[in-house]
Structures are given as structure tokens and as C-alpha cells.
């Protein structure tokens, strides 16, 4: 079975730009969740989707950042702009029922923005 | 506001134990999480406890007292690919967001 899979792994734009991270869930896992990694700080909690919907988005931090799940299946987050305290490791995981115990992560998207 | 402490970096033999600990103190409480990173690498499940007590899963325990807002992770017979960060997570009761430590470093030395 194929684990949650995030593309790109690397990403390095310029403050301004538009970046958009994508993230396929673990199928039939209805829950998806964004986590963001600034170096050195611990992981915070974006949002969460069951299915399509979004089910709690209170840790994105501005507008600038769009989160979508069409259909129910895969995920994008879209930064746009892109500014430099952005820079971290976006991480996507997927559980199965409601808040499923185990969510399973993917490897992360590493944005630099410079 | 929610807390999370755990300590930043551990050094332990190959083949000891070690106790990794965690405090919390947040706004509700339903389960807490222990994960395994590797540098570069995603976070994995090792262990949830949503009641008091120890869970036992091969080389690795966890418990969990809630009246202490306390859980530690014990690691047995350690080895060398023990080596990573280990994560403790909370999952509030009032949706199921995870929020995090920082994290703690463990270093196996032979």
C-alpha cells in the first residue's frame, strides 16, 4: 500500500512568487491535515480535511496561504505571496475514520524562500 | 496557550535504556502521541495513550499520567538506528489538531 506522498520534496522560490505544494492521502484515508515545520520550532498545525471539507483551519496563519481538497482525494496548499518567514518544512498527513489514531505523514515539502 | 516540554537532546549507550519525557499542559486532552523522525525524513507512529497506565510495544513503552499532564517514552535494548528525534504530540479534545514538542534529540553512542 502506498504511503502519503507530497511533491515537490524541495521547492526554492524568491519572496513574491507563488508556490503550490500538493499532497495525495493514503487512499480512503477522509481526513487530511497540513503541518508546517519552521527550523528550529516544532511543528504546527495547519488544517484539517474530512473529505472536502475543511474541518478546522484556525492554524493558517494569513490569507496568503489557500489549502483545497476537490473531490476529496488529493490536496494543495497554494502560498501566494510567497514571504520569507514561510520557509520551513510542509508536512501533509492522512488518518483513516474521524481523527483516527494514527496519521500517517508524508517526507515533507522543503521551502526556502529567499 | 498550549505546552508542550520535552528535553533537547539525550545521549544514551547501545543496548542501555532510556527515558525520554514529556510535560503538557494544554487545553484539553484526548490521546497523546509519540513519533520517530529521522533527519529528512517523515514522522512515524510509535505509541498512543489516551488512559493512564503503560503501553508496552516490543522495545518501546509509553505511559501516560493525565492528573500530571506527564508521559514519557522508554526505549529498551537501544539500538544505533534508535538514533532521531522522538516527538510528543497532543491531540485536543475539542477537534483533532496535534500539537507538538519540539522534540528531543537522541544520540546512541556505541
Known amino acids: 500500500e502506498a504511503g502519503v506522498t507530497q511533491f515537490p520534496s524541495h521547492s526554492v522560490i524568491e519572496k513574491g512568487q507563488t508556490v503550490t505544494l500538493r499532497c495525495d492521502p493514503i487512499s480512503g484515508h477522509d481526513n487530511l491535515y497540513w503541518y508546517r515545520r519552521v527550523m528550529g520550532k516544532e511543528i504546527k498545525f495547519l488544517l484539517h480535511f474530512v473529505k472536502e471539507s475543511k474541518q478546522d483551519e484556525s492554524g493558517m496563519p494569513n490569507n496568503r496561504f489557500l489549502a483545497e481538497r476537490t473531490g476529496g482525494t488529493y490536496s494543495t496548499l497554494k502560498v501566494q505571496p510567497a514571504e520569507l518567514e514561510d520557509s520551513g518544512v510542509y508536512f501533509c498527513?492522512?488518518?483513516?475514520?474521524?481523527?483516527?489514531?494514527?496519521?500517517?505523514f508524508g517526507p515533507g515539502t522543503r521551502l526556502t524562500v529567499l | 496557550g498550549q505546552n508542550i516540554d520535552q528535553p533537547t537532546e539525550m545521549t544514551a549507550t547501545e543496548g542501555a535504556i532510556v527515558q525520554i519525557n514529556c510535560t503538557y499542559q494544554t487545553s484539553g486532552f484526548n490521546g497523546l502521541f509519540w513519533y520517530q523522525q529521522h533527519a529528512g525524513e517523515a514522522p512515524t507512529f510509535l505509541s498512543y495513550n489516551v488512559l493512564d497506565g503503560l503501553e508496552e510495544k516490543g522495545r518501546f513503552s509509553s505511559f501516560l499520567s493525565r492528573s500530571k499532564g506527564y508521559s514519557y517514552l522508554l526505549l529498551k535494548e537501544l539500538q544505533m538506528k534508535d538514533s532521531a528525534s522522538y516527538l510528543c504530540?497532543?491531540?485536543?479534545?475539542?477537534?483533532?489538531?496535534?500539537?507538538w514538542g519540539a522534540g528531543t534529540k537522541l544520540i546512541i553512542k556505541p
Open positions: 498527513a492522512s488518518s483513516q475514520g474521524l481523527g483516527g489514531n494514527e496519521q500517517f
Open positions: 504530540a497532543v491531540r485536543l479534545d475539542s477537534n483533532y489538531q496535534l500539537i
